[in-house]
């Protein structure tokens, strides 16, 4: 495990390199997007990067990024130069599953808005199809959170609420988790349309045709990943 960390760092380094002064930049949330808020934050530090402006997808991104005296920025309709970010599942597509952080709207938000997105991630999170090991978590309202669910479960979705204590999981925004079960086939692009279009849900953790590359980290080195033409 040791020696996967030392690679996802390295991972996130290669991500980070991207990253030229001048850049409005998106930070990914999550254990392995903090590399690289990290290797940018060093390289600021360090005066390689100058003008360099962050969008955080997360409020415990912010303050990392702020650590290292990253200027962070809020989201507006300005385009960002790139966005990196780590994924709960990539497929031979670079389509992703993200949200088992719980920031996917934050995220989804940012990242539609940059000119290239580049996924970091250990070799755990290839799969041949999405849902094949990450349930997909769909953000909801919490009023009427119930009904909701029902809705969810009416397209024939399995899965649950989050949640991990006695209380169901609270996103940045106040919404609720809803994590689904996909079912063995179906079409991402259509559920996603499905979903997007059912009452009390706010977004969801597909992230589809997004994702320009991935550095993956796996036992024998660091692979990149490009998405087909």
Do not use: C, W
């Amino acid at each position: 495990m040791a020696d996967l960390e030392h690679l996802k760092k390295e991972a996130a380094e290669r991500a980070a390199a991207l990253v030229t002064s001048g850049m409005r930049v998106g930070l990914g949330t999550g254990s392995t997007a903090k590399y690289a808020i990290e290797a940018i934050g060093r390289r600021f530090q360090a005066g390689e990067l100058s003008g360099v402006v962050g969008v955080a997808t997360s409020e415990a991104s912010d303050v990392l990024a702020r650590s290292f005296g990253l200027p962070i920025e809020a989201l507006d309709p300005r385009p960002l130069d790139i966005a990196i970010d780590g994924a709960d599942e990539i497929d031979p597509q670079l389509n992703l599953i993200k949200g088992l952080g719980g920031a996917l709207l934050r995220e989804k938000l940012t990242e539609v808005q940059a000119r290239r997105l580049v996924i970091i991630a250990d070799h755990t999170k290839l799969v041949t199809r999405l849902g094949e090991k990450a349930p997909l978590p769909v953000e909801i309202a919490r009023f009427g959170f119930l009904s909701t669910i029902e809705r969810l479960r009416a397209l024939g979705l399995g899965g649950r609420l989050r949640q991990p204590g006695a209380q169901p999981y609270l996103t940045d925004n106040g919404n609720y988790i809803f994590d689904a079960q996909l079912p063995e086939q179906f079409d991402a692009a259509a559920l996603e349309r499905t979903l997007k279009g059912t009452l009390g849900v706010i977004e969801t953790g597909f992230f589809l045709g997004m994702a320009e590359r991935a550095f993956v980290a796996a036992p024998d080195g660091v692979q990149e990943l490009v998405r087909p033409d």
